[in-house]
């Protein structure tokens, strides 16, 4: 890795999806050394893990931003949403963090009660533009409209401007979490429009309404 990074720089330099052998990769390391590494910033709060057992690990890292005022992720979804959620590492905000952004910063966290709880937020947007800037500039546009489908099924929603939804469609395939997609028949029409594997049954969204 060169000179001796602080794992914040870490952090950084890792942000998104991952495996060990991705991170070994990235860092020119030793899958042992990679793994070794991953649980350093695991410790830090910087990652977050899904799959194992039978699914390969996939870990999510997120830096650890600067923070000004007390709105976090964390705090915003739990403000609105029905279902409560524990803080797994400190998320750390900055600007005027708003409701769009928190929204955004779930589905980044590829988490799935994260997520499910994040749902409810759609009835709380108050910046439409705002949050498709955010989630054009994060790549996300085809998972924001989806689980805006998703959600609707079972809660009120602010209602999304026609010519924004248009502008998310694309067609490219998308999997919101690694090799998880629905088995409830309304939602796999929702999956089809939109091209994005949605990793909730129509049982899992009875927990937000």
Known sequence: MGRRMKIEEVARMLEGMHTIESVAEDMKIKKTTAANLVCRLRKHGYVQTTGGRQRKRVYYISPIKEVKGEADMFNIINRHSRMKIAKPYNHLAYGDYTTENALIDAILTRSLRTIL?????????KDWKKLHTLARKKGIEQEVGALYDTARTVIKTRRM??????????????????????????????????????????????EIR
């Open 117 to 125: 709880a994040s749902l409810n937020l759609y009835n709380h947007l």
């Open 161 to 206: 401007p026609e010519n924004i939804r248009k502008s998310m469609k694309k067609n490219k395939k998308k999997e919101i979490i690694p090799h998880l997609s629905s088995r409830s028949e309304n939602i796999r029409k929702i999956e089809k429009e939109w091209k994005v594997s949605i990793p909730f049954n129509q049982a899992d969204l009875e």
